[in-house]
């Protein structure tokens, strides 16, 4: 499943970069005070154009941080591939962006690509912007991606760390079944 132009159009009108974005982010300030300055390669999926969560984990000292740009799905910032074993990978106010179910599921199955041999972090706010999920219809979607969904609250925010990518024959097969 490929993301959509128009499903583009719609997440490139949710950007910003003020707020809780950077230093001030509820997501990359969680990962610092878990996961501390240990060297990780992280990737910041969905970092949006200006990568403002990357620059930030930079000046705090995490050294191997890259992003990459959900709408332009091109390969992440400072030409980093997929191949990575990444350790962690984080999407910061990326599921509560994805204007449809197909969207969401694409996302999802992306992030578990990457999180393949690590971890995932997501952040879902109370007052998502599209879909109008709950934190609890967001967590049914992740454990048919991955084998453990944790789920936090963060500073008002539900955080979900997820390990191990579910393999793809279960993915298509409990895609079919229940994509609702």
Known sequence: MQITETDKQIMIKTARSNGAVGKNAILPRFIAEIEGLQPHLILDFGCGKEAIHVKALREQGFEFVFGKDLVSLSEPVYEVTQNLPWHLVYASNVLNVQP????????????????????????????????????????????????SVYRFTYCKTVIFKCTGRKCQEMLERRLTLTND
């Open 100 to 147: 449809s179910i197909d969207t969401l599921n694409t996302t999802i199955n992306m992030v578990s690509d990457y999180a393949r041999y690590g971890v995932a972090y997501f952040s879902y706010p109370s007052s998502p912007r599209k879909l109008g999920y709950t934190a609890l219809k967001i967590q049914d979607r992740l454990v048919r991606y991955f084998k």
